[in-house]
């Protein structure tokens, strides 16, 4: 999936519309260290999907949804659920929508995630002794768009493109513009 479009066949975002926020914005929102993002990047948990590190120097770029997730693991891991079920858990998550992730919760028992997508599957849970705590994912789908909100985010860098070069006639520029007929005055 590229970041043109939304999972489980919805429609693509238009280009002129997608917009992105380089790895520090993002690790200011989500409160965690660069060096964190970039090691949860090398590693395959949360990769950028508007623009990915291309060597030195590059920037990553990283979508709505994406800065969603890496908050959502950054509250998993401080209610001390282990990076491995972590790991599970954004599987699940991935394949997800920014819509479809505001109608979930996230329950855990400290080792296995379970994802809940109403009040009576979280009861049901609770009931059965399992779950210990849970992360409302609308709660941090607000949270996020507050923070961005006083961010900068970007566009992917487009290449500039010269369509015409300038009519040449003996190295001086004819004055004409092309598909146009001189009128006499």
Known sequence: ????????????????????W?????CRVVGISYRQLDYWARTGLVEPSIRRASGSGSNRL????????????KRLLDAGVSLQ?????????RSRGVKDLAEITLMSDGSTVY????AGEVIDL????QGVFGIAVRT????????LATLPGEAPVKTPTRLHP???????HTGAVPGRRRTAS
């Open 166 to 172: 300038p009519e040449q006639t003996q190295g001086h």
């Open 126 to 129: 609770l009931r059965g002794g």
């Open 85 to 93: 079920n972590i790991r599970k858990a954004v599987e699940a998550l």
């Open 22 to 26: 380089r790895g520090t914005a993002a």
């Open 140 to 147: 941090t789908v607000t949270e996020v768009m507050g923070r």
């Open 115 to 118: 994802e809940c997508r109403s």
């Open 1 to 20: 999936m590229d970041a043109h479009s939304e999972p489980a066949g919805r429609p693509a975002v238009p280009p002129s519309q997608i917009r992105g």
């Open 62 to 73: 990283y979508s709505f949804r994406d800065i969603i997730v890496l908050k959502v693991i």
